[in-house]
């Protein structure tokens, strides 16, 4: 005869089993699908809502959602001072909150890569660099921005140096 304890141990054996079972899994999302159908429309019907903190569009039947995932809704949850994801870094560049971003320093960009990234259509490689013309470094307008090479800036800062050392 079993313990109660050998029991209890050969229950929970069975039920992680079933519950880490992918077929019934399947068989539990047809089911939804079809009874999701019979019920008509109405049914929780799934809306498009864009995420606050990131700017992913995600579906959900919930009015009061307002973030896509775990991480982003942490984002609000839990730091009070969340001003909609800009920031500034300590040299004085903007930076945007965009943690599924490729080159994201934990969760934020600087938003003149983003913004030469959008107008140009794809990201930006290593050796690429945004410079600001004004040199104003948050004055992200397109019309203020120049891509170059690393080389082709670190030039650029250097003649203009010599420039003002002559001037002067």
Partial sequence: MKTLEEKRAEHKKKWLRRRNDPVR????????????????????????????????????????????????????????????????????????????????DGLYVLEHRLVMEKKIGRFLNNDEVVHHKNGKRDDNRISNLQLLTQSSHTALHHKERRERKIKT
């Fill in 25 to 104: 899994w399947a068989k539990i999302l047809e089911w939804q699908r079809k009874r999701s159908k019979k019920l008509g429309v109405g049914h929780r019907k799934n809306k498009k809502l864009i995420c606050k903190i990131c700017g992913k569009e995600f579906l959900t039947y919930r009015s009061t959602t307002k973030s896509c995932s775990k991480e982003c809704f942490k984002v609000v949850c839990f730091n009070k001072q969340f001003q909609g994801g800009k920031t500034k870094s300590k040299y004085g560049y903007v930076k945007i909150y965009s943690p599924h971003h490729p080159s994201a």
